[in-house]
């Protein structure tokens, strides 16, 4: 029965077409935030601020992701996946482009800064759900499997992460964050031009307008609870909440707070930052596209777990040992091809487990669990930091980081990862 409705999917021109475009705008949209992660720390540091402070900023631009994350989807359930994706372009690019308006005109100080940074990543959040929620119908009508399309949504934000931090690390050791944030706002405005433009042109949630329906008749707290029992009655969606949740609170102390200082103090500043994380970005689509080729053949558990303790070990205890940044360089490749497979290896779980018209609240509050942690990583970086030395934080990180990430082998719900038999027949 599966097998034969897959086949019997249309696969049209615009079908194609339209995910090409939702790729584009994702890759677009985390281009800005790529840039932003750069401008934001280097204009604290240039107002003089100290490791806190850069910790601070970082803890306004990411606890934003949380709340919006555990509300917001809802809301992209209710106003439309496309609307949704539309609406929160255009507001986190007038919040950028706020920035740099002020730090002309009347000043942007500390304060100013941290409000501006909460209030453009608050729909951050909805804005990539509504996107990823839009994913499968697009999927299936240009004939493509799951993990292939989760990974190329993975691979546009790997890809963004190339150019942008490329262009970001030109632009801040260049021309200054200002001029970075103004680019910054511009991408916001062409994601969301590629979205109105193009990804209407396929009516991708038609299946879902009688759901949609019966939704609209229940309450926002409603809705929200029932996707709240779903992630906390499903073990697997525990486990994969809890697991990326301490990761990602490790790649947020390191990435938002202790790699920008350690390049500030060691490496000469943003140009050796953007060439390492561009280096991580390039490799991890690489990753992506190799892992595409071969994603349905592998087995999910073990091999999330191989690489997603290869993604942050090694290149975080370089760090710590001071390697030269030839070393920095050839571990950051390492953790960027292990990383390529680990987005779609989540994702497609995900997408294969949760209910249709209850992806956008669950997605969410997935989102929200496994960023909880963010605001508080790279708080704790910056005091880290200043307190223990960068060296002493990145061994911690190491260290942690494999423990963590090799939790996956040791079986029992983790083994519901992998395909169910109709599911392998069907790819």
């Given amino acids: 029965m599966t097998k034969h409705t897959k086949e019997a999917l249309p696969r049209d021109r615009r079908g194609t077409g339209a995910l090409s475009a939702l790729l584009a705008a994702h890759a677009i949209s985390q281009t800005g935030n790529v840039i932003s992660a750069f401008a934001i720390p280097f204009y604290v540091l240039g107002l003089g601020g100290s490791g806190v402070e850069v910790g601070i900023a970082a803890f306004f631009a990411t606890a934003p992701v949380v709340v919006g994350g555990a509300l917001g989807g809802v809301v992209v359930d209710r106003v439309g996946h496309r609307r949704a994706a539309i609406v929160a372009d255009l507001v986190s690019g007038a919040t950028v482009l706020a920035m740099p308006v002020l730090a002309l005109t009347i000043g942007l100080p500390f304060w100013a800064l941290l409000v501006l940074v909460f209030a453009g990543g608050l729909l951050d959040t909805p804005g990539q759900t509504a996107r990823r929620v839009m994913l499968p119908g697009l999927t299936m009508r240009a004939g493509v499997r799951i993990e292939q399309s989760v990974g190329l949504l993975d691979g546009s934000e790997r890809f963004a992460k190339l150019i942008g931090a490329s262009i970001a690390g030109l632009l801040v050791a260049l021309l200054g964050p200002i001029v970075a944030l103004f680019v910054n706002a ?24 009688s759901e949609s329906a019966d939704a609209s008749r229940t309450s926002y707290w409603a809705d929200l609870a029932e996707g709240f029992r779903f992630v906390i009655h499903d073990p697997l969606m525990r486990l994969v909440v809890g697991l990326v949740l301490v990761t990602n609170l490790l ?18 500043g943003a140009a050796a930052l953007g060439l390492l994380v561009a280096v991580i970005g390039g490799c991890a689509l690489v990753g992506n596209v190799a892992f595409g080729f071969v994603a349905h053949r592998v087995p999910r558990r073990v091999t999330l777990a191989v690489c997603f303790a290869l993604a942050g070990g090694p290149s975080s205890a370089a760090f710590a040992v001071g390697a030269p940044l030839p070393v920095l360089v050839a571990t950051a490749a390492l953790s960027g091809l292990a990383a390529g497979a680990i987005n779609p290896i989540l ?3 995900e997408l294969e487990r949760v209910p249709e018209h209850m992806r956008g609240r669950v997605f969410g509050l997935i989102n929200a669990g496994a960023w909880a942690g963010v605001p508080f990583g790279a708080l704790l970086g910056g005091i880290a930091a200043d307190t223990i030395g960068l060296s002493v934080a990145f061994g911690i990180v190491a260290i942690v980081y494999t423990l963590v990430t090799l939790s996956p082998l040791s079986g029992g719900a983790w083994r519901q990862m992998e395909r169910h038999p109709a599911v392998m027949a069907a790819n």
């Fill in 186 to 209: 511009a991408t916001f405005a062409v994601s969301a031009l590629l979205t109105w433009a193009f990804v209407a042109a396929v009516p991708a949630a038609v299946r879902l307008s």
């Fill in 251 to 268: 790649d947020a102390a390191r990435g938002s707070t202790l790699m920008p200082l350690y390049a500030n103090d060691r490496l000469g």
């Fill in 347 to 349: 994702g497609a779980v």
